[in-house]
């Protein structure tokens, strides 16, 4: 049996997506600040910055687990991520400066992890839905706009594949479409039940409002599968 070019979860997704794009815009922000020395003062000192944002980091973790976790039951500890740095394609730096510990509790609060009791985490399975998820989302690219002399805290960056996310935005889209013209039906169904004449509104008006709403009403499955396309040809 030939599968489907898509998960029947597939408002799932778009739900996780919706969650990983508020986070990236955070980040981003966060990023932004942190470079421009706004957790100085929290640092070791007045010149060195700590408090590195996570989030980067923790979709790296996820991805890795995702492709290359064989014991899924094995917990991540503060150890293990300095282990496998080279693999998760984080840097010394990068991971110094954010904290072990704070990212294992970062994906535990986020709901992606499980603390095991000894101080490590166990990526749940909405973790390992998510990994999937950022697998189809991102690449991994080296980092090539941090300016000489400037300090280098990671090599290697996640870069957005802007088809599939265009793809995944295109998904949402129907969704609100959906509602909207599912709502305008409704309406149209109980004004009609009504049997309410409105004299001063000409037929002819009404008669373009119900074609331009039965146009409309095909916009959905253009971009559903206009969407699916792009998702599935990353």
Not at 38 to 65: A, C, F, H, Q, R
Not at 110 to 134: A, C, F, K, M
Request: charged share 20%; net charge negative; proline share 3%.
């Amino acid at each position: 049996m030939t599968s489907l070019p898509f998960s029947l979860n597939i408002f799932k997704q778009i739900e996780y997506f919706q969650v990983i794009e508020r986070l990236d815009e955070q980040f981003e922000q966060m990023k932004k600040d942190w470079i421009d020395g706004g957790y100085l003062n929290n640092g070791l000192s007045d010149e060195v910055n700590i408090n590195y944002p996570t989030w980067e980091i923790e979709k790296k973790i996820l991805l890795w687990t995702s492709r290359h976790h064989k014991h899924l039951g094995s917990p991540l500890s503060s150890g293990s991520l300095s282990d496998k740095l080279n693999d998760l394609h984080i840097s010394q730096t990068e991971i110094d400066f954010s904290s072990r510990n704070v990212i294992l509790k970062n994906l535990v609060v986020r709901g992606l992890g499980n603390p095991d009791g000894d101080g490590g985490t166990v990526i749940s399975q909405v973790g390992l839905e998510y990994g999937l998820l950022i697998s189809q989302l991102y690449g991994l690219e080296k980092e090539n706009s941090i300016k000489e002399g400037d300090v280098k805290y990671r090599d290697e960056m996640l870069v957005r594949n802007e088809f599939v996310f265009f793809g995944y935005k295109l998904m949402y889209c129907v969704g609100v479409l959906v509602i909207i013209l599912s709502l305008l039906l409704l309406g149209a169904s109980v004004f009609e039940k009504l049997n309410i004449s409105i004299t001063i509104v000409p037929v002819q008006f009404i008669a373009t409002i119900k074609i331009i709403l039965g146009i409309i009403s095909f916009l959905p499955v253009s971009l559903f599968v206009t969407g699916l396309y792009l998702i599935n040809n990353k």
